[in-house]
């Protein structure tokens, strides 16, 4: 039996990680003196809540070599897939525990993405695995996919990337003065985040600007899956998917909450679209 790993920061609902039989680590969220589990001690509502009640900003970080020992421990053969190795020291940690636990077959994947972004890659793998495919053909699989993982996220307000250091203070004021929305992007072939644009207007023509580059896309556009990930705008989620669903007939567009560790980057109202690109 082939067993498929993730962590958290996949942003995988409960029902699909069911549905395709997918373990995941949590990461580690620190507000103040508290250390909170992503998705399983905390979620993303309950941590802005606590944000906005405490003032205090939040801190993430990879889960420990004990934990990761702990996922390890299976008499099956693994493939983890985690968040980029470039945003994150997940993939170091759970590589360097891996090659220590020399008893067992374990085999590490950086995604080279963030959110529903390692989700799409995971997804692969579980596709492969259930058509009976051997860990080599899923790992190539899932290599071949990962340069070709499209993602974009909108951040509505610039007051996380503030905090978290990823804007300057001026950034931050003219930004908010002018409204304008920065839509980044993940590099998938590096595993970098990128801004791409900055949007300068209202919220709907921010999410128009997202259908726009999906339907620049069509017809490269692997239709079985499309993810709208967000920080808590539903309506805007079912916006976009109603509107994805005129431009092209896509098998399943789901619809996930984004954790909390990448929450605590993006901040509220942020919201993307995910999929996967033929070439």
Do not use: W
């Amino acid at each position: 039996m082939i067993e498929i790993l993730t962590d958290s920061c996949s942003d995988l609902n409960q029902e699909l990680l069911d549905a395709h039989r997918i373990r995941q680590i949590p990461f580690v969220v620190t507000l103040g003196e508290e250390t909170y589990l992503d998705g399983e001690t905390i979620t993303t509502p309950q941590l802005f809540e606590k944000v906005a009640q405490s003032g205090l900003f939040p801190k993430t970080a990879a889960p420990s070599p004990a934990d990761f020992i702990t996922l390890f421990d299976s008499p099956n053969e693994m493939i983890y897939i985690g968040i980029s190795s470039q945003l994150s020291a997940g993939h170091q940690v759970a590589s360097k525990v891996a090659e220590s636990l020399t008893d067992k077959k374990i085999h590490v994947i950086d995604s080279h993405n963030l959110s529903t972004g390692i989700a799409l890659s995971v997804l692969t793998a579980c596709d492969l695995r259930d058509k009976g495919c051997s860990v080599e053909e899923i790992i190539t699989g899932v290599e071949e996919v990962k340069p070709h993982v499209h993602t974009t996220f909108i951040i509505d307000k610039l007051d996380y990337l503030y905090k978290g250091g990823r804007c300057s203070a001026m950034e931050h004021v003219v930004g908010s003065m002018l409204h304008i929305r920065p839509v980044i992007e993940v590099d998938a072939a590096k595993g970098t985040m990128d801004v791409k644009e900055k949007i300068n207007g209202s919220r709907k023509k921010a999410l128009n600007s997202m259908l726009i580059d999906f339907e620049s896309h069509l017809p490269n556009v692997d239709l079985k899956r499309v993810f709208l990930t967000h920080t808590g705008c539903d309506e805007d989620a079912l916006y976009l998917k109603k509107e994805l669903l005129k431009l092209a007939p896509i098998e399943n567009v789901y619809i996930t909450h984004t954790g909390c560790t990448v929450a605590t980057h993006a901040g509220p109202d942020t919201i993307g679209i995910l999929y996967i690109l033929k070439e």
